[in-house]
């Protein structure tokens, strides 16, 4: 950078100034091109995530602005830095403003992953994405929510035992790099590789019932290939209930009696159309894919009578979410 001092033709002569004041002005020119070169270089040579994931643990790695525990020995990230360059995915993690949730070294080896073999990991790319968040987010940003990622599913941060995202442990955070923050993670973050009518069916409680309604109004299809769709299941015995019969495969028979037209009224108020997570809920109305319901998150219920279950919410699929519930709903 061009010093802001004017470079033309003194009119006084400088071996005519004072020899004192003569080093006074050098020192200040100096001091002028010195601070410029500080600025240059902080903001043109600061390395991208992957300079500083490929770096880090090394001499010359990028310092630690935040550690949760400042005596974990440094970790190192070579089998992610060569996931990212073999997916082809390092130049999006380096040309992009993101956060990172990076597995160290040892969590990649808890699964018998490094370097040679990562690669080769079934759904590597999948995986690698859901490590990766939109925008520049410190560890002062998080809170108990969930957050999407680049795969399109969210992981969750739970703040109330340190930080965690998912059943992974947040070892050092606040990693600052030229386009984004990077956190180090003790485990590896594996999204949802189910879609919701294939999750349904392999699901503890099972919705036997409800995938037979859903086929029957003509929405099995729907469910599994669109969305994202975020499902409010009631269980089978919430079926049993609703349609007074005394046991599953009686509620299957009763449901493939009905007409398609009088299901699908009744399923799609349980669709509401995108990701909703528990964090994103509200108490009042919500709309679903025919018509508003009622939540109250006080009571934890819907309509005033189906209960959500706390333990059974943010269930994830490949194309959305599955919140189970006691009742079924009647638009």
Same mark, same amino acid.
């Not at 999006?92 to 403003?97: C, E, H, K, L, Q």
């Not at 349609?243 to 669709?271: C, F, K, R, S, T």
């Given at each position: 950078?061009?010093?802001?001092?004017?470079t033309?033709?003194?009119?006084?002569?400088?071996?005519?100034?004072?020899?004192?004041?003569?080093?006074?002005?050098?020192?200040?020119i100096f001091?002028?091109?010195?601070?410029?070169?500080?600025?240059?270089?902080?903001?043109?040579? &600061?390395?991208?995530?992957?300079?500083?994931?490929?770096?880090?643990?090394?001499?010359?790695?990028?310092?630690?602005?935040?550690?949760?525990?400042?005596?974990?020995?440094?970790?190192?990230?070579?089998?992610?830095?060569?996931?990212?360059? &073999?997916?082809?995915?390092?130049g999006?993690?380096?040309?992009?403003?993101l956060?990172?949730?990076?597995?160290?070294?040892?969590?990649f080896?808890?699964?018998?992953?490094? &370097?040679k073999?990562?690669?080769?990991?079934?759904?590597?790319?999948? %995986?690698?994405?859901?490590?990766?968040?939109?925008?520049?987010?410190?560890?002062t940003?998080?809170?108990?929510?969930?957050?999407?990622?680049?795969?399109?599913?969210?992981?969750?941060?739970?703040?109330?035992?340190?930080?965690?995202?998912?059943?992974?442990?947040?070892?050092? !955070?606040?990693?600052?790099?030229?386009?984004?923050?990077?956190?180090?993670?003790?485990?590896?973050?594996?999204?949802?590789?189910?879609?919701?009518?294939?999750l349904?069916?392999?699901?503890?409680?099972?919705?036997?019932?409800?995938?037979? !309604?859903?086929t029957?109004?003509?929405? !099995?299809?729907?469910?599994?290939?669109?969305?994202?769709?975020?499902?409010? !299941?009631?269980?089978?015995?919430?079926f %049993?209930?609703?349609?007074?019969?005394?046991?599953?495969?009686?509620?299957?028979?009763?449901?493939?009696?009905?007409?398609?037209?009088?299901?699908?009224? %009744?399923?799609?108020?349980?669709?509401?159309?995108?990701?909703?997570?528990?964090?994103?809920?509200?108490?009042?109305?919500?709309?679903?894919?025919?018509?508003?319901f009622?939540?109250?998150?006080?009571?934890?219920? %819907?309509?005033?009578?189906? &209960?959500?279950?706390?333990?059974?919410?943010?269930?994830?699929?490949?194309n959305?979410?599955?919140?189970?519930?006691?009742?079924?709903?009647?638009?």
């Open positions: 950078m061009k010093s802001q001092i004017s033309s033709k003194p009119q006084i002569s400088f071996f005519k100034l004072p020899m004192l004041l003569l080093f006074a002005l050098s020192t200040m001091s002028c091109n010195t601070q410029d070169a500080d600025i240059i270089d902080n903001e043109g040579f &600061q390395p991208s995530i992957v300079e500083v994931l490929e770096s880090y643990g090394s001499e010359s790695g990028s310092t630690v602005s935040k550690s949760v525990d400042s005596k974990v020995k440094k970790p190192t990230f070579k089998t992610l830095s060569v996931a990212l360059a &073999q997916t082809r995915l390092a999006t993690v380096s040309s992009n403003m956060t990172v949730f990076a597995p160290t070294d040892a969590a080896a808890k699964y018998g992953l490094n &370097q073999n990562v690669s080769a990991f079934p759904g590597i790319v999948d %995986i690698l994405l859901y490590h990766v968040v939109a925008g520049k987010v410190f560890s940003d998080l809170s108990n929510s969930f957050v999407t990622t680049l795969n399109g599913a969210a992981v969750q941060v739970n703040l109330e035992s340190g930080v965690m995202i998912n059943t992974s442990n947040v070892v050092i !955070a606040d990693v600052e790099a030229r386009n984004g923050v990077i956190h180090a993670i003790d485990d590896i973050l594996f999204p949802p590789t189910q879609d919701l009518v294939t349904a069916s392999s699901f503890d409680p099972e919705f036997s019932v409800l995938l037979a !309604a859903a029957k109004a003509g929405l !099995a299809e729907t469910l599994m290939n669109d969305g994202p769709f975020t499902v409010f !299941a009631p269980t089978n015995q919430a %049993i209930n609703f349609l007074e019969v005394a046991d599953v495969d009686a509620a299957i028979a009763a449901v493939n009696g009905l007409p398609a037209e009088a299901l699908a009224p %009744i399923l799609l108020y349980h669709v509401v159309s995108g990701r909703v997570y528990s964090s994103d809920l509200s108490s009042g109305p919500v709309t679903t894919l025919d018509g508003d009622e939540l109250d998150l006080a009571t934890l219920t %819907i309509d005033g009578n189906a &209960q959500l279950i706390p333990s059974l919410l943010n269930v994830q699929a490949t959305g979410v599955i919140h189970v519930i006691s009742e079924v709903l009647v638009p």
